[in-house]
Every structure is written in C-alpha cells, then in structure tokens.
C-alpha cells in the first residue's frame, strides 16, 4: 500500500527538494491568528515531505518549540521539561 500511495504522490506532485521542503518546515512559525492544533497539523503534514523518517517526533517537537513566537510560554516549556 505504501507503494502505490508513493506511486501516487509522485505522479501528482513530482520529485520533491528535500532542502526545500526542510526549509519550509524549519520556517514555518506559529501565527498569531491560528490555534495550537492547527498548528501542529501543519508541522506534521510538512515533515512528512522532509524524509526525517527514522527520528521524525524530534524535528516536530523541536520546530513546534521554536514556532512559539512569544518568548513566555516558551520559558514555561523549557521549565517543564525535564
């Protein structure tokens, strides 16, 4: 299954730039205007384009960290985690 949905996603899209697609998924920063979950549903669907494959949670975690543009709820985080 997963062959044919590349089959597929090649067909429709065509060959990707993986130094591209890592940059739009370092890049992509939390809007002000969008939720949380939106967010993360975003970040998600772009590393699924970066070929993380084998550590894929790590670059989600690390680009949802620093897409929080306010430096507050950042410092609660960084607090949190141990």
């Given amino acids: 299954m997963d ?3 590349q089959g597929i996603e090649h067909y429709c899209c065509g060959d990707k730039n993986i130094i591209y697609e890592r940059y739009m ?11 949380f979950d939106y967010y993360y549903a975003v970040i998600g669907q772009k590393s699924n ?3 993380y494959e084998a ?6 975690q690390d680009r949802l ?3 929080i543009v306010d430096n507050g709820t950042r410092h609660k985080l960084i607090t949190r985690v141990h």
């Fill in 3 to 5: 062959g044919i949905l």
């Fill in 25 to 35: 998924f370092n890049t992509r920063n939390k809007l002000a205007t969008e939720s």
């Fill in 49 to 51: 384009r970066c070929d």
């Fill in 55 to 60: 550590f894929r949670d790590q670059p989600v």
């Fill in 65 to 67: 960290f620093w897409g």
